[in-house]
C-alpha cells in the first residue's frame, strides 16, 4: 500500500458561513441532509446516542508521543471528535479530528483495513463539521504523523451547515453573536474562555483563603439599589408586583452582615439598562465583598492580592499596552480626586468651587455636561474625561465628593468628602470599594434624596429602601465593602473589549 501525502485540503468548498449567499447555503445544506438520508438508510445513525470512545485525542497524544515515524503499535483505541480536514484519494483517505480544547489527531482510512464499502461511505457521507468515531491501532505515519489507522468507523454527529474557512478569520459581529462557530475556528476564543474560567476561580479561592463566606442574593428585587445604574424592570404575576432585576448585590450582602456573616462575597451577574460599548454591557458579573472591622484601606488591600495573584495564575508581572506597560507589582499610587483634577486642568478645584466654573472649565475642552448637574457630579464628569485616561499604570483615586458614593461613609477626617477610591488601570475603573456607611440616619437622609432624585426623573438614582434601613438599625458593625467588575479585570488581562471576554454578550437583533 502506498501512502498518500498527508496535505489536508476541504472536502468540499467551505466559504465563511456568513458570506454564502442564501442560494448557495441552502444548497449546501440541502446536500448534506440528503447524506444525514443516506447514512441512515446505510443503518448508520447520523445522531447516535453514544459511540463507545475509549480516549480523548489529547490522551492519544500524550501516551503515545514517543512514536518514532513509521511506527505502529497494537494499541487499539476508539476516538472521536470533529472533522477539520479531510484529504480523500484512492485507496487511503486522512481525516483530522478536533476536540473541544483544540486538541487535533490524524486518522487514516485504508480499504484495506475498513473495507471498500466502508470506504465508500467515508468518502460520500464525511464533511467538515461533521463528528466522527474511528476504531483503530495507534501509529505514527511515514511522515511521522501521530495518527489513528481506522479498522472501523462510524458518524457520531451529521453537520448540516457549512464550517468556516479554517484559514480565514471570521468578522468580529459573527464571531460574537455565532460565538459557536468562533470557538470551533479558532483557538484565541478557546483561550480566553479557560482564561475567564481560571481568574473566577483564583478570585474565588483568594476571597475564601481570607475566610470569606459565599452566598447568593436575589436577582428579582422589589426595590433597586447599590448603585446608580438603571435597572431592567419586569413584572412578578404571582404578587401582581412590579420589580427589577439587580443592578448591585450590595445591599442584602450588607443584610448577611448585619446578621453577623462578618466575611461575605458574592460573584454573580448584575444587568443595568445602560449603553453598549467597548466597556460596557447591560449583563455583566461582578465580585462584591464586605469585611466587618475592615475600611477603604483594608479593601484595598484586598483588590490588590485578588489581581497580583491572578497575575500569577496566569504567568504574567505586567501588561503591554499600547499606552505602555502595566507593571502590576510594581507600587499602586493614591490619587486624591480634587489635587488630582487640579493639577491636570492648571488651576485649583475644591469642593467648594462653583459650578460655574466647572462648566466652563468642561466647555474649554468639549466636555458634555448636564446643565442640571452640580458642583460634585461635574467634578467627577471632569475627572473622568480629563484625570482617568491618563492613570496606565494601577491608581487608587479616592477622597470623592458624596454625590459619588450615597452608601459610603463621611470621611473620618476631611469634611465634605467620602472614604471611598476607584481602582483604575490601564485609564480604566476596575473596582471600587469603600468605608461603609453604617449610621441608619446618615443613611435614610442619603437615600430619601435619592428616591427624591427618582421620582424627579433620574433612572439612576437608587430607591428607599426601608428594609434595608431596618436592618441598619438593629446594628452594623463598622465595615468595608468592595466591588470588582470581572469583566474588565478579564478585560484587562486579554487587551479585548468586553463583547469578547464575555462569551455569549446580549446582541442587537438581527
Known amino acids: ?40 438508510d446505510a443503518g448508520m445513525a447520523p445522531y447516535p446516542v453514544g459511540v463507545g470512545r475509549t480516549d480523548t485525542l489529547a490522551h492519544v497524544r500524550e501516551q503515545f508521543a514517543h512514536l518514532e515515524a513509521g511506527e505502529e503499535t497494537e494499541h487499539r483505541v476508539t476516538v472521536a471528535g470533529r472533522v477539520v480536514h479531510v484529504r480523500n484519494t484512492g485507496k487511503l483517505c486522512f481525516g483530522t479530528l478536533q476536540e473541544g480544547d483544540g486538541t487535533r489527531l490524524q486518522v487514516m482510512l485504508s480499504k484495506a483495513n475498513v473495507g471498500e464499502d466502508s470506504l465508500a461511505q467515508w468518502k460520500a457521507l464525511v464533511d467538515l463539521g461533521d463528528f466522527v468515531a474511528v476504531t483503530g491501532n495507534v501509529i505514527s505515519s511515514r511522515r511521522g504523523e501521530l495518527s489513528v489507522m481506522a479498522g472501523s468507523w462510524t458518524m457520531a454527529s451529521k453537520a448540516l451547515r457549512p464550517l468556516p474557512t479554517m484559514h480565514k478569520e471570521l468578522n468580529e459581529e459573527t464571531r460574537v453573536r455565532q460565538r459557536y462557530l468562533d470557538l470551533i475556528v479558532r483557538q484565541e476564543a478557546r483561550d480566553v474562555v479557560l482564561t475567564r474560567s481560571l481568574i473566577t476561580r483564583t478570585v474565588r479561592r483568594v476571597m475564601e483563603e481570607q475566610g470569606y463566606v459565599e452566598i447568593e442574593t436575589p436577582m428579582l428585587q422589589l426595590v433597586h ?15 401582581d ?25 458574592e460573584i454573580g451577574r448584575v444587568f443595568r439598562n445602560e449603553g453598549v460599548d467597548s466597556s460596557h454591557s447591560p449583563e455583566f458579573t461582578t465580585l462584591e465583598a464586605y469585611e466587618a472591622y475592615a475600611d477603604q484601606f483594608i479593601m484595598a488591600d484586598r483588590i490588590r492580592e485578588i489581581i497580583q495573584e491572578c497575575a500569577r495564575q496566569l ?27 487640579s493639577e491636570a486642568v492648571g488651576q485649583e478645584i475644591t469642593p467648594e468651587t462653583p459650578a460655574e466654573r466647572l462648566r466652563a472649565l468642561a466647555a474649554e475642552r468639549e466636555i458634555p455636561v448636564n446643565p442640571a448637574w452640580d458642583e460634585q457630579k461635574l467634578v467627577m464628569e471632569l475627572f473622568e474625561e480629563i484625570v482617568e485616561p491618563t492613570l496606565i499604570q494601577p491608581t487608587f483615586v479616592y477622597d470623592y465628593p458624596p454625590a459619588a458614593q450615597p452608601l459610603a461613609r463621611p470621611h473620618r477626617e476631611k ?21 461603609e456607611l453604617i449610621d441608619p440616619v446618615v443613611q435614610r437622609e442619603r ?9 424627579a426623573g433620574d433612572d439612576e438614582a437608587m430607591q428607599l429602601d426601608e428594609d434595608f434601613l431596618r436592618a441598619l438599625e438593629h446594628g452594623a458593625p463598622p465595615m468595608g465593602g468592595l466591588g470588582l467588575g470581572l469583566d474588565r479585570l478579564i478585560m484587562l488581562f486579554t487587551n479585548l473589549g468586553i463583547r469578547e471576554t464575555i462569551l455569549f454578550p446580549l446582541m442587537k437583533p438581527e
Open 447 to 455: 437615600l430619601t434624596e435619592q428616591s427624591l432624585l427618582s421620582a
Open 241 to 265: 408586583q412590579d420589580m427589577t432585576m439587580r443592578i448591585a448585590t450590595e445591599l442584602f450582602l450588607k443584610r448577611a452582615v448585619v446578621g453577623g456573616i462578618d466575611r461575605v462575597f
Open 315 to 341: 504567568g504574567v508581572e505586567g501588561i503591554d499596552t499600547p499606552q505602555g506597560r502595566i507593571e502590576l507589582f510594581g507600587e499602586w499610587q493614591w490619587v486624591s480626586v480634587y489635587p488630582g483634577l
Open 225 to 239: 439599589g447599590g448603585a446608580a445604574a438603571r435597572p431592567f424592570e419586569t413584572h412578578l404575576n404571582a404578587f
Open 415 to 435: 469634611p465634605g468628602l467620602i472614604e471611598a477610591w476607584d481602582l483604575i488601570i490601564g485609564g480604566m475603573e476596575r473596582g471600587t470599594a469603600f468605608s
Open 1 to 40: 500500500m502506498t501512502e498518500q501525502p498527508e496535505t489536508t485540503v476541504p472536502a468540499q468548498p467551505a466559504s465563511t458561513d456568513p458570506e454564502l449567499s442564501a442560494h448557495e447555503l441552502n444548497d449546501q445544506m440541502a446536500v448534506r441532509a440528503a447524506k444525514r438520508q443516506a447514512a441512515a
